[in-house]
């Protein structure tokens, strides 16, 4: 395994963490739902927890198109409302200082007796993941990918989250396959994949990838994707999405390009 350069307190709070946590607060309320004990796995998980007044965070400030944005809003939409109420709570109910990420979600959305195992490859983080998690969730140092298909229980509610950095082209297949191997382990579970849209070829052989697999697709194109070297928006493949997530998405995409979208901005939510 090479090692990670990526450190997402660079990218905390972004429109791209908008996408993914809005839509995890509702697959999140969709679990809890459900008869118990629930199963969670989340493959890359980051530090669980991240000061916008850091250094990194301050470096591009790109919570000034997200979370900002999101908590400044008097007319925001219902579906970003319970990552509005998460953003609120992470920070005692005072200015948005800290922005929580999908640990601090997870673990915070949980009944007693559900299970949530993470993974971070990086030691120095892990050690901050597990710090954030106390006793409301397991933190893993090693590779997601590998461990979450083999964590997740084999029946019964359960969601994954895999969200890799993609600093390597190996990412795609990987998350491609990961899906489908956390579906063989338990098909009832809900698998969310967060990718970045930088052209639309790789994005398509990652669905190409998922072959049999049905997902509900959203995307968020901040702009036209003619320069394949930018970030030029973000998508989630959602196997197993309940029904009412679509509106959720569409909803959740909108707000968000209003928020960060530039000319030619559109938002997708389809199935392949
Ligand atoms: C995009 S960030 C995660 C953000 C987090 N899921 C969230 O929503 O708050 C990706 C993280 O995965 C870690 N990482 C990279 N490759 C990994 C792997 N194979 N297994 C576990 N963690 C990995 C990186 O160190 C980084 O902290």
Redesign the pocket.
């Known amino acids: ?1 090479r090692a ?1 350069n ?3 307190a660079f990218h ?1 709070g972004n429109f791209a ?1 908008i996408v ?2 809005a839509a995890l607060t509702h697959l999140l309320a969709d679990l809890v739902r459900r008869p118990g004990p629930a199963s969670i796995v ?7 927890l991240y000061d916008l007044q850091g250094a990194e965070a301050q470096k591009a400030r790109e919570a000034e198109k997200g979370v900002l944005k999101l908590m400044g809003d008097p007319d925001l939409p219902p579906a970003l409302a319970p990552l509005a109420q998460a953003v609120r709570a992470a920070n005692d109910g005072g200015a948005t200082r800290l922005y929580p ?3 601090w979600l997870i673990s915070r959305a949980l009944r007693s007796g559900d299970r949530y195992t993470a ?4 030691p120095d ?1 892990c050690a901050d993941l597990r710090r954030v998690l106390g006793k409301q969730g397991r933190a893993v140092e ?4 590998a461990g979450a298909p083999r964590e997740l229980a084999a029946k019964g509610p359960a969601l994954a ?1 895999i ?3 993609f600093e390597q082209g190996e990412d795609y297949p990987r998350t491609a396959r990961a899906m489908q191997a956390i579906l063989r382990r338990n098909p009832a579970a809900t698998v969310m994949a ?1 990718l970045p849209l930088k052209d639309l070829d790789t994005f398509d052989r990652f669905l190409g990838d998922l072959e049999d697999t049905p997902v509900l697709v959203a995307e968020a194109r901040l702009r036209p994707l003619t320069d394949p070297m930018k970030m030029n928006g973000c998508a989630l493949a959602i196997a197993g999405a309940s029904d009412g997530l679509e509106t959720q998405l569409e909803a959740i995409c909108a707000w968000v390009l209003e928020a960060a979208g530039e000319a030619g901005a559109r938002s997708r939510i389809w199935r392949p």
């Open positions: 395994m990670v990526y450190r997402h905390a963490d993914k946590h989340d493959t890359h998980a980051g530090a669980g990420g999908s640990p993974w971070e490859l990086r983080i090693g590779d997601g990918f989250l969200d890799a950095p967060w």
